[in-house]
């Protein structure tokens, strides 16, 4: 992913860091320092956290009921967790 500075560059916007980007219901969604680091984020309608990743390649997806109990989560490490079920571990 391109970072949201270099994309800023190209197109002769002015910014300073950090760059922090919220959605209309207040959720950052994007987040990058001086030194290159970013991450960025995706909500559900409610709000929830459904995905991130990291400029360091880490990604994290969750899926949840109609609470707000996540029902299911994976990430880049291959840990898996769904409801009902103890942690799968990537065993590669």
Do not use: C
Request: net charge negative; hydrophobic share 20%.
């Amino acid at each position: 992913m391109k970072k949201l500075s270099e994309i800023y560059k190209e197109l002769g916007i002015a910014f300073t860091f950090p760059i922090e980007i919220t959605n209309e219901k207040g959720n950052s969604t994007y987040y990058e320092n001086s030194y290159g680091y970013w991450w960025r984020r995706e909500h559900d309608k409610d709000g929830n956290e459904t995905y991130s990743e990291t400029s360091r390649g880490d990604w994290r997806r969750r899926e949840y009921d109609k609470n707000g109990k996540v029902t299911y989560y994976e990430d880049s490490d291959g840990d898996i967790v769904f409801e009902g079920a103890k942690l799968l571990r990537n065993q590669t």
